[in-house]
């Protein structure tokens, strides 16, 4: 990345992060009380344990032959050892490890955004981007989890942030073995965060797929994965004696959810209508009192209607049999989103309590560049109308759950 790139990289960062952090704390900038389990378990991390003794809480937490593991990847509290020996290895709140880690994905979207514009749509201003990006940062579940700093959601924006890097090796024109090999690294390490977000390896695949001489490249696609893979495994099989064993069978979490585990399994397709009905249609509901209101449904709303922007990238499923010169990135986007977005459809939680629905933060970022795609790169008077709307609906849902 060259000087003036990594310039506006580091402003977009930086604004963000302050925006995030002001919203996050009510600007107050002092980090609230969350469930945080990320602290002792990168203080574990460094003494070799994978479990975490006498946590001061056990809920979301799974026992297992009297020790207590988080069911979820290493990652987050992995990357949060840096800020805890910067701080002399005291207790750093979660939510910096958000929020740093959150601004850097916001800047990364931009990054992959510019290089579309620049491969494809190189008449189109510069700001385009800028807009789309915010639009991201601020106008999706994006905003929302990188403001908790509570323990699911940290691990949610370390992982996004890790598979965003992975695409951006490689949305592109042009792409190198180099490109695919830190490609594959990048959904590897996201992998071992949150193993959905490591699903985005299909993309680098399926445009591999395309390519005449792959030989090479598909070595570079498939050997940083499949390390990352056998990793995960050993990292539950030394927890649980299986590595196929995540935790949830120990997990101690709300009565309602572990009755419908029970019954049906973390994965089925009876829970597939509920996830639907809440991911794609259930809206807000808005009232008049003393001004405009608003009120959520914790089990879930609509990403279409907390950012309606996102409706234009349904369009581009138009193109699927066109012959546009950048049709591959297009389809490859699109299988990318629906092999991301089903173990979530097909998962026996929908994600509460939330605002909006975070499970789709793993490829939300995709939608963002599609409707880029669908646009050629320009931003109409109706979106930047809409945008309005998007930035008032998300900050004012993360003001109701605070």
């Known amino acids: 990345m060259r000087y003036k790139p990594l310039f506006t990289f580091a402003i977009i960062a930086i604004t963000v992060f302050t925006v995030y952090f002001g919203t996050a704390t009510a600007w107050t900038f002092r980090p609230s009380w969350t469930i945080d389990y990320i602290n002792p378990m990168a203080a574990t991390l460094q003494q070799g344990r994978l479990d975490i003794p006498n946590p001061p809480m056990t809920y979301d937490l799974a026992l297992y032959n009297g020790r207590w593991y988080m069911t979820w990847g290493a990652l987050a509290a992995a990357v949060h050892i840096p800020l805890q020996l910067l701080a002399g290895g005291r207790y750093v709140p979660a939510l910096y490890t958000s929020l740093l880690f959150g601004s850097l994905t916001a800047s990364s979207v ?59 090796m490689i949305l592109k024109k042009k792409r190198s073995v180099k490109d695919y090999l830190l490609s594959s690294a990048f959904c590897g390490i996201a992998l071992l965060g949150r193993p959905t977000v490591g699903l985005l390896i299909i993309i680098p695949m399926f445009l591999l797929a395309h390519e005449v001489k792959r030989t090479r490249k598909f070595s570079a696609v498939i050997l940083p994965i499949l390390f990352a893979l056998v990793v995960f495994l050993v990292y539950n099989a030394v927890r649980f004696g299986n590595p196929l064993e995540t935790g ?155």
């Open 110 to 168: 931009w990054w992959i955004l510019e290089r579309i514009r620049k491969d494809w749509f190189v008449k189109t201003p510069k700001v385009t981007t800028i807009f789309f990006t915010f639009l991201y940062a601020f106008g999706t579940m994006q905003y929302y989890l990188a403001t908790v700093g509570s323990i699911w959601q940290v691990n949610q924006v370390v992982s996004t942030f890790f598979g965003v890097l992975g695409m951006a």
């Open 248 to 402: 949830h069978r120990f997990l101690k979490e709300a009565p309602e959810l572990a009755a419908k585990r029970e019954q049906y399994g973390m994965l089925s397709l009876s829970y597939f209508p509920t996830n639907v009905w809440h991911m794609i249609v259930v809206p807000p509901k808005f009232a008049w009192v003393n001004g405009p209101t608003m009120s959520i449904d914790l089990m879930g709303n609509s990403i279409f209607s907390l950012s309606p922007v996102l409706i234009v990238s349904l369009g581009t499923l138009f193109w699927i049999t066109s012959k546009r010169k950048y049709l591959a990135v297009i389809q490859a986007i699109w299988l990318g989103i629906v092999v991301t977005a089903l173990p979530s459809l097909l998962y026996y939680n929908t994600g509460w309590m939330q605002f909006g629905y975070r499970y789709a933060l793993d490829f939300s970022f995709l939608l963002i560049i599609l409707a880029f795609f669908w646009s050629a790169g320009r931003v109409r008077l109706w979106m930047a109308l809409l945008s309005i709307y998007t930035l008032w609906v998300n900050y004012t849902g993360i003001r109701l759950l605070q």
